[in-house]
């Protein structure tokens, strides 16, 4: 179940937010960070609903948030699992940890599982080549990652309160 739903009160952070902007004309990349801070995603109801207060067409949003890896538009997990795929921890076995964490969580990179706690996510370069291979949870970095370290890295975060 997920718990970042697109509430009205939610709506009313994001319009008070774009009308206090003192140059909206500038602010598309901005208002989408404040939008996907508030609602967690930015589905397609955010995107036109940041076009028309921004008085801006849908279709330049659309290509903004589909242009830039940082913005999403579907829900992500409580946890994000990132795994880098840059050279150094390729080639030091971080596919063979992606494939593990696909396997034990039984989603593939760039889904969520369905209790949405967790997404796995792929990263280019989080430049930490000296910790190869890097996974972070929510931007939290663990180095010298291994596939035998996955299933004590979701046990402990399927443990969390929350």
Do not use: W
Request: aromatic share 10%; charged share 25%.
């Amino acid at each position: 179940m997920c718990t970042n739903k697109l509430t009205s009160e939610k709506f009313q952070d994001l319009a008070k937010f774009i009308d206090d902007l003192e140059d909206k004309q500038g602010a598309l990349i901005e208002v989408l960070h404040k939008a996907q801070g508030l609602f967690g995603y930015l589905p397609e109801e955010v995107q036109i609903f940041v076009a028309d207060k921004l008085n801006i067409n849908v279709s330049k949003v659309c290509g903004v948030v589909s242009f830039y890896s940082y913005f999403n538009t579907k829900p992500r997990g409580k946890y994000v699992l990132s795994i880098c795929m840059g050279t150094a921890c390729f080639v030091k076995g971080a596919g063979d940890v992606l494939k593990e964490f696909e396997k034990q969580l039984n989603i593939k990179a760039g889904e969520t599982t369905e209790d949405s706690k967790f997404t796995i996510d792929v990263l280019r370069c989080v430049g930490a080549c000296g910790l190869a291979p890097v996974v972070t949870v929510n931007g939290k970095v663990y180095g010298h990652f291994t596939v035998d370290m996955v299933s004590k890295l979701l046990k402990e975060y399927s443990e969390l309160e929350g």
